[in-house]
């Protein structure tokens, strides 16, 4: 289902936490609401799902104006990043509540639980307590439990934030994986770019309450609207007053067209990668450079180059 977020407006007391915010969401989109700690991402995401009322402006899920409906109403799932499980149920129970509450028939729930848990790849599993799962484990049952009553939307609340760096990374993918199986319209609150960039067809990059961009992954990180949006997809350096990538600041060992002299600071290797720090008189800037790259200009400490930012 498709989601129209109209000139949405939010205060907490005299904070304003979103600001005249509009946003289309297309039917079965994986979209990434991206940006900093207290950028209103939450905010947003909370307004859509219809946990908390905006002040001003209007929500739309498929056409119909839900901005006064209750969140029970919305047919929306949602999956936090501290997932409330029901700690003395099952597994199996815990994906099944939804469907129990709604007083479906027992053969029904069995086979949906079932699916369901083959999706997130739980089946052994079903009969376990939460405890019993690891963090990982808990989130894919939280998404099999927010999925069980098929819901049109699915509002996720930066799902991995409380996992370790290897899980959040497995969980992405699989993350991907399963939208492309089961194609429903999905929002997630992310401030890991790398995540954002990764998993979503869409960002929306927030920040102090305002859209900054939209666009696919690819638009956002190379045709940045703006400075803030070039500065938090990656990193970024000064060269000629201007913000480069600085895997995209070209080094020459002669004198280039376009290019300013500069010296060899440091070197500073990190995994696949060589830092490249340089000194241009006014300003230092770093480059990123790939180790074939670094030992193909044969750069050492204290070397003569010059360097180029892209047009
Ligand atoms: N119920 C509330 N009462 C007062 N202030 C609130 C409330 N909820 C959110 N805020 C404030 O609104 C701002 C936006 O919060 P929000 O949670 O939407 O940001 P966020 O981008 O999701 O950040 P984070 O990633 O840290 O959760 C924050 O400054 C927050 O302190």
Known sequence: M????????????TFVALDDVSLTVADGRLTALLGPSGGGKSTLLRIIGGLEQPDTGTVRINGTDATRIPPQRRNVGFVFQHYAAFKHLSVYRNVAFG???????????????HE???????????????????????????????????????????PFGALDAQVRKELRDWLRRLHD??????????HDQEEALEVA???????HGRIEQVGSPAEVYDKPANDFVMSFLGPVTHLAGRLVRPHDLEIFTAETPEAVPAAVASLQRIGFEVRVTLDAGAEQPWAQLTRGQSEALGLATGDRVWIRAPR
């Open 201 to 207: 067809d869409e960002l929306v990059v927030i920040n």
């Open 181 to 190: 199986e089961v194609h429903v319209t999905t929002i997630f609150v992310t």
């Open 116 to 158: 369901l848990l083959a999706l997130v790849h739980l089946e052994q599993f079903a009969d376990r307590l939460p405890e019993q799962l690891s963090g990982g484990q808990r989130q894919r049952m939280a998404l099999a439990r927010a999925l069980a009553v098929e819901p049109s939307v699915l509002l996720l609340d930066e």
């Open 2 to 13: 498709s989601i129209e977020v109209n000139s949405v407006g939010k205060r907490f007391g």
């Open 99 to 113: 469907l129990e509450i709604r007083k479906r028939p027992k053969a029904e729930i069995r086979e949906r639980v």
